[in-house]
């Protein structure tokens, strides 16, 4: 059975204090690893694609790495506005549902 | 880059009544349409798929009568809630794929009294 694996659930972080989130996975053939940020009361917002293994991607204060089993999304120098829940999410083929993750809720406190 | 439209974002309904969300992708086609369950603090929850043209595929324990979806073109599909009733008050969130990967609706509260 495919499995997505957040951690930690959550996160406290002060103004300017780095910090990782990681997401392990179990999948029978990985397509795409996805994440997303989801604020209150809104869908989830697009961040990141990796593909394969090695790969890294950018996007102001966030960086998103990828390995064979795990993801880890880099949240360089954060401000209280990327206080979200993350959501890692991996799609195995087709146009098949994402399975998610259960997410981490981050609080970044100034 | 693709826009995913969904409404009404919110709705309160009388127990008994049905009410129905819209999922439109507005410059895109989807060829497949998801819905999805979202409880307080938990993770998005897989309702059904749709794809156009074809009836829904319904995931485990999700009553196909009660959710009807409907998929009649590329760009539209909408879930309909049927005699809704307080334990469906939830939020509930709609996603397409297409050539852009997937896309989420900024989703529906749906409250029923």
């Known amino acids: 059975e495919d499995q997505v694996t957040q951690s930690p659930e959550a996160l406290r972080l002060q103004e300017g204090e780095s910090s990782s989130l990681n997401c392990s996975y179990t999948v029978s053939g990985l397509r795409g690893l996805f994440w997303y940020r989801q604020d209150p009361g809104k869908g989830p917002e697009f961040l990141f694609t990796?593909?394969?293994a090695g790969e890294e991607k950018e996007k102001e204060r966030l960086k998103a790495t990828l390995t064979k089993k795990e993801s880890f999304l880099h949240i360089t120098a954060p401000k209280p506005e990327d206080s979200a829940t993350y959501l890692c999410?991996?799609?195995?083929?087709?146009?098949?549902?994402?399975?998610f993750g259960k997410g981490t809720r981050l609080s970044v406190i100034a | 880059g693709a826009v995913v439209s969904q409404h009404p974002s919110w709705v309160i309904c009388k127990s008994g009544t049905s009410v129905k969300i819209e999922c439109r992708s507005l410059d895109f086609q989807a060829t497949t349409m998801f819905w999805y369950r979202q409880f307080p603090k938990q993770s998005l929850m897989l309702m059904a798929t749709?794809?156009?043209?074809?009836?829904?595929?319904?995931e485990q324990g999700v009553e196909k009568d009660k959710f009807l979806i409907n998929h009649a073109s590329l760009t539209l599909s909408t879930l309909t809630v049927t005699s809704a009733h307080p334990e469906d008050s939830s939020f509930y969130i709609c996603?397409?794929?297409?050539?852009?990967?997937?896309?989420f609706g900024s989703g529906t509260r749906l409250t029923v009294v």
């Open positions: 999410a991996v799609s195995v083929g087709g146009n098949t549902p994402l399975v």
């Open positions: 990796l593909y394969s």
């Open positions: 996603s397409a794929t297409g050539s852009y990967g997937y896309t």
């Open positions: 749709s794809n156009e043209g074809s009836k829904a595929t319904y």
